[in-house]
């Protein structure tokens, strides 16, 4: 049957994923075809202000649009389904082949954006087999923090490939097993590329099985008398599942804050994947109604976010619920790097409050992620044992240990590869080397506009959170080029001691330099640079800063 195959080199790259936690999305393409792995977004915490999600820059998917065949989705996690809506609408995907929840995660998502009559999503489980061209894909069951989550195996012309995607080796998952007999016959048939999940990839020893931190959950709902507010994310729903589970078994009811909690829920109910009665939900408006030992409160908002649910709940501002002296938050999910001054602001509001807050325990301990650790990884490289290997999922540093992991199993230093975003590796005859790189980049997303920010306005966004802004306001007739209304001067952000003596003095010199300016005849462009130069030196030279400088030029005349 290899015979009727042509030959086709067989590149592989990422569009996001390496180099970052977030926005995954890994490509394999050949002369005559692209099939896509996820499509996710990154969170982008404090450090792009007023930014809701970054997803990849697609230009080389929209410049091959036509060999674009498929997207497969390994999970459904926000990292690696959020981009769908962003994508389908900038490039036509003929097929979105996901796992049932996934799947459902998706239609949920893109029937909010009106756009799921556009998407043909097809489920896959562990029997599917799938051809796209000359590419050959199967899948097999990982463990993760999410029901259905895979691993996926792409027989090519040119030899296999093998991606985790996101799992850890849970030996006593909640849910089916990781099909581990199946990736080792792969890997005694040969692999000759292995992508493998590097987020833990720093951390010894193995991940903790979710049935451990079961046991810590029931400690929690032993120990505490008062009302339990929990706060997770609501893609966890491995999590959710035990901490509802263990709320019923408790006799508490459980109420839901915050709408994406409560889709994954009401989702992950629907096909049975948490378990509990509806007499055991109630709705958030009749908390008041139960004692507070019958209670259990389910919550967005771990990361501190100022517009979900726990930060509204902490700043007295939701209708449902107000924290009151003998409630206990637990925070159930690790601080994402960069998010660590939002979390604390929020447990001190809380805390102000009267409430108990747990941030340390095993709920939100790293190590209960749903990532392998470096034992994990051993296994799943030795089980493999690929040809060639190319970390994935993490940042630079994780990608790296991984690669060392992976020498000390016996793969050549040569043969491992850590790739940024858009570079490209070239698998030929069972070989591979690198290529070319691919274009890639971010998009900004702020709202729901696909088309996301242009570069300049985060510049300008970075400006004036760092640096502040200086409006000055004159007025001048154009027909006699005189200033009729002098500058004046606002600023925001750029507060400094005695600032106000000093603004009087960049006033004059703005006024100086408009006066002699005008002698000149020149346009408003000209004005506006002579403003913004000799304001901006004076700035610069007070405070050390470059706020943003917008000049005003109110003209009266023609
Ligand atoms: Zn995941
Ligand atoms: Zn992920």
Redesign the pocket.
Known sequence: MASNIISMPVSIYALGGLGEVGK?CYCIENEQSIIIIDAGVRFPGTEYPGIDYIIPDWVHLKNNRNKVKALFITHG?E??IGGIPFLVQSINIPIIYAPKLAAALIKNRLEEQKILSRVNIVEYDENTEVRVDQFKVRFFRVTHSIPDSFGMCIDTSEGRIVTTG?FKVDLTPIGPDFELAKLTKMGLEGVDLLLSDSTNAEIEGFTPSEKNVLSSIEEIFDSIMGRIIISTFSSNISRIQQICEVAVAHNRKIAIIGRSMEKAVEISRSFGYIKVPDSSIIQAEDIKLYKNNELLILCTGSQGEPMAALSRVANGEHKDLTIIPGDTVVFSSSAIPGNGLMIKRIVNTLTRAGADVITNSILSDIHSSGHASRQELRLVLKLVNPKYFMPA?GEYRMLRQHAEIAQTLGIPKENCFILDNGDCLVLSKKKVTRGYPVEHGNIYIDGTDINGLVPTVMVDRRILTDDGMLAIAIGVDTKSNTLIVPPTLFTRGLIKQGSSEALERCRMLVEQEVLDALKGKPSFADLKNKIKTVAGAFIYAQTRRHPMIIPLIMSKGE
């Open positions: 995954n996690h990292d690696h996101d999922h």
